[in-house]
């Protein structure tokens, strides 16, 4: 994989058209005996294909000539199984939650209804159907084993990338729990880049021996051969120094915005912090300032909404603040980036003028060279050329020699020279510009990165201060809704004839003694609430052991130890009937509907209240009930 990774950089840096991708063949990988393939010398990407009957870890061995490859694939039962599980767990989950939304979209306001006629009163009252998360977790449950046949069967894949140096076959075998088979693909990749290259060598053989004969000459005539390296180690030494010096401003960037991004992050908390406290502290507050008096209420709840929605105001007030600070706090960081990538380009404007005004120097230095050499040899040939002319003059006059043919000869290998010397400089300086252009693009690439990573994590950052403050409005229209409902029917029943509870008295301080037994344990007393006198009871508290009792005398109470019932909480209707006298008056018949939320108790002197659930919408129509099967209705008010 790291193979083809690097082979994305290389032809992402030097250009597609270096490497061409050949398909050579596929081979079957047989079970138990794999499959083979013969190749000539070159890189190949080998992909393969293990077809299994259920889930097990495959080891794979690659053997081409001279190089062998290995590798692991899959994954074990008990991975798949635990991977597996926890799919289908999200999935129902999901389906959950679909159902859950469903349910509340369609029964959100369908409640169920009783109505319960008596002389001079009919009472009406609803109750709402359950949650769509109760009915979506009672319908679709749970996954907890694999449906029948699911072993994880399918296919594994892998890649290997080899080059070989010599002509052969190339095996792959497998290791694994059952015999498997599969396939073996193979494309050749080519370098073309590198097969011109090697065309060239013959080439530049003969260039290279021009060239040391003409070095060779040159030192011979005092030159010095060392200048080059000297420059070039100095440039070297420049560019390090520079490299450093902007490793270190980009360290003390990166500090700072750390730092920064930090300070941001623990503001935010203690600003979440202090409202959650704040907001649990008006809650707590206003739990507790509820007075019985029913215009008392009102005006609390009035005060509170006044309250709240100044502070919403402020709230608000202060979100736009922190969001127009953030706003601002990105643009200032968005201009830095600009500004710092502004001087970036001109800093490397500056050195490809660098570079460039280095090469047309070198280039300048190299024709110098060149006439100050050409001036040499002509100095020379001009003494020589003084006993040449003699002699070539006898070689003409008396020997009829061609007296041009060396001077042709000696044109052609001064062409053939300056044209490889102009050759190798421009050859030189296009790997300098393609080096520079290179590292330009990684550092651009580089830049783009860090870009989006802080642009997500800016997002990210911005979607959960949205969800939060989401949550904790839906949480507060929640709670001011309960509080409305509340005072709705508190305020309906007092106003129909009913009378507040009082409030619970304070504990009476009693005095526990020595306990009459070992093992005893002691119960404090406790007020309790007596339906049908309407007052507060105290119960004296007393040593409690639900296995044995010992004798206890003088004023020790024993009383065994009865375990609270249980208490489960259901969709329930309340119905109201008044008990009729026997002294004949006029009545007036009125009917209220009340929605009654599931778990709110209601008391009213002198009526009794039966608590029966709501018949299903869908139960078919009965006929009606005789006298003798109407449900009697039991009367709790003197009941002890």
Excluded at 312 to 330: N, Q
Aim: glycine share 6%; with cysteine; proline share 3%.
């Amino acid at each position: 994989m790291r193979a083809v990774v690097w082979l994305s950089i290389v032809l992402a840096g030097c250009g597609a058209s270096r490497f061409r991708t050949e398909h050579v063949g596929v081979t079957q990988v047989a079970a138990g005996n794999g499959g083979s393939i013969s190749l000539g010398r070159g890189n190949y990407e080998m992909s393969m294909r293990f077809d299994i009957p259920r889930a097990q870890v495959v080891a794979w061995t690659l053997r081409c000539p001279g190089i062998e490859r290995t590798g692991v694939t899959g994954e074990t039962f008990e991975n798949y199984r635990t991977r597996r599980l926890a799919e289908l767990q999200r999935m129902v989950e999901q389906d959950r939650r679909g159902l859950a939304a469903v349910t509340n979209a369609i029964a959100g306001q369908a409640t169920a209804r009783v109505q319960v006629q008596g002389p001079g009163t009919t009472v009406r009252a609803d109750a709402q159907a359950p949650s769509g998360e109760v009915v979506a977790e009672q319908a679709i449950e749970q996954i907890h084993e694999l449906p029948l046949g699911d072993v994880g069967a399918g296919s594994y894949t892998a890649r290997a990338n080899v080059q070989t140096f010599e002509d052969g076959a190339c095996t792959v075998t497998t290791q694994a729990l059952d015999p498997i088979g599969g396939s073996l693909a193979v494309d050749r990749i080519r370098d073309l880049r590198a097969e011109d290259q090697e065309r060239q060598v013959a080439q530049r053989a003969n260039a290279i021996d021009a060239r040391v004969k003409v070095r060779a000459r040159l030192v011979a005539s005092g030159a010095d051969e060392q200048a080059r390296e000297r420059r070039l180690a100095e440039q070297a030494r420049q560019v390090e120094a520079e490299r450093l010096r902007r490793a270190e401003l980009e360290t003390k960037a990166a500090a700072e915005r750390d730092a920064r991004h930090e300070a941001e992050r623990v503001a935010r908390v203690k600003r979440e912090e202090e409202n959650r406290i704040r907001l649990e502290t008006e809650a707590r507050l206003t739990w507790e300032a509820e007075a019985p008096e029913r215009a008392r209420l009102a005006l609390l709840e009035k005060e509170r909404r006044i309250r709240d929605a100044a502070e919403d105001a402020k709230r608000r007030e202060r979100l736009a603040i922190v969001e127009r600070e953030r706003r601002e706090r990105e643009l200032v960081i968005e201009r830095e980036a600009r500004e710092r990538i502004a001087i970036e380009e001109k800093e490397k404007r500056e050195r490809l003028v660098i570079v460039e005004t280095e090469r047309i120097e070198r280039i300048r230095i190299t024709e110098t060279e060149r006439r100050e050499r050409l001036l040499i040899i002509e100095r020379q040939r001009t003494v020589a050329l003084t006993v040449r002319g003699e002699y070539v003059a006898w070689l003409v006059g008396t020997c009829g020699a061609d007296p041009h043919r060396y001077a042709r000869i000696q044109r052609e290998r001064i062409v053939r020279e300056r044209r490889i010397e102009i050759e190798i400089t421009e050859r030189e300086r296009r790997i300098e510009i393609e080096r520079i252009e290179r590292e330009r693009r990684i550092e651009i690439e580089r830049e783009r990165v860090v870009s989006e990573r802080q642009g997500r994590d800016r997002l990210a950052a911005i979607e959960d201060e949205r969800f939060e403050r989401e949550r904790r409005e839906l949480a507060q229209r929640h709670q001011q809704s309960a509080f409305a409902v509340r005072a709705q029917l508190s305020g309906y029943l007092v106003g129909s004839g009913a009378r507040l509870r009082p409030p619970r008295p304070a504990a009476v301080a009693e005095l526990a003694g020595t306990a009459p037994f070992d093992g005893a344990r002691w119960e404090s007393g406790t007020w309790i609430w007596i339906q049908g006198e309407w007052h507060w009871q105290w119960r004296k508290g007393g040593w409690v052991d639900s296995v044995q009792f010992g004798a206890a005398g003088g004023e020790t109470v024993v009383r065994t130890h009865t375990p609270a019932p249980a208490v489960r909480e259901t969709t329930t209707t309340t119905t109201t009937t008044t008990t009729a006298t026997a002294t004949p008056t006029s009545t007036t018949s009125t009917t209220v509907d009340v929605s009654i939320p599931t778990g709110v108790s209601i008391s009213v002197p002198g009526v009794s209240i039966d608590v029966t659930p709501a018949p299903p919408r869908n139960r078919r129509r009965t006929a009606p009930k005789t006298e003798e099967q109407v449900p009697r209705v039991r009367d709790h008010r003197h009941r002890r």
